[in-house]
């Protein structure tokens, strides 16, 4: 069964800035690609940022030249480095992984980022 948890959300003063780790088990499948969502209360879920095997990154308009999202797919795992961070950035961050032949999306439980202005 596929696993995909989520680290290193806290609490950070605006302009800070924060690592968020995470890592898919579970699956002897070669990861596709693996990205960021965000979701504060009340909005819907939005992409961060992405990267495929291939290197590929995608980012949201709000958080360009801020975030960076790296891979390490051979441990399974993708980190975002969140720099100047803003109160706006405050929500829960979730993982999501895919597979090469495992089709559908893997979600983790989430981390919570709170940046105090």
């Known amino acids: 069964q596929v696993q995909v948890a989520e680290s290193g959300g806290g609490l950070v003063q605006a302009g800070g800035s924060l690592r968020l780790s995470c890592t898919a088990s579970?699956?002897?499948?070669?990861?596709?690609?693996m990205g960021w969502y965000r979701q504060a209360p009340g909005k819907q879920r939005d992409l961060v940022a992405s990267?495929?095997?291939?290197?590929?990154?995608n980012y949201a308009d709000s958080v360009k030249g801020r975030f960076t999202i790296s891979r390490d797919f051979g441990k399974n795992t993708v980190y975002l480095q969140m720099s100047n961070l803003k109160p706006e950035d405050t929500a829960i961050y979730y993982c999501?992984?895919?597979?090469?032949?495992?089709?559908?999306?893997?979600w983790g439980q989430g981390t919570q980022v709170f940046v105090s202005s």
């Open positions: 990267i495929t095997n291939g290197g590929t990154t």
């Open positions: 999501i992984t895919n597979f090469v032949r495992r089709a559908g999306n893997y």
């Open positions: 579970g699956s002897t499948d070669r990861i596709s690609a």
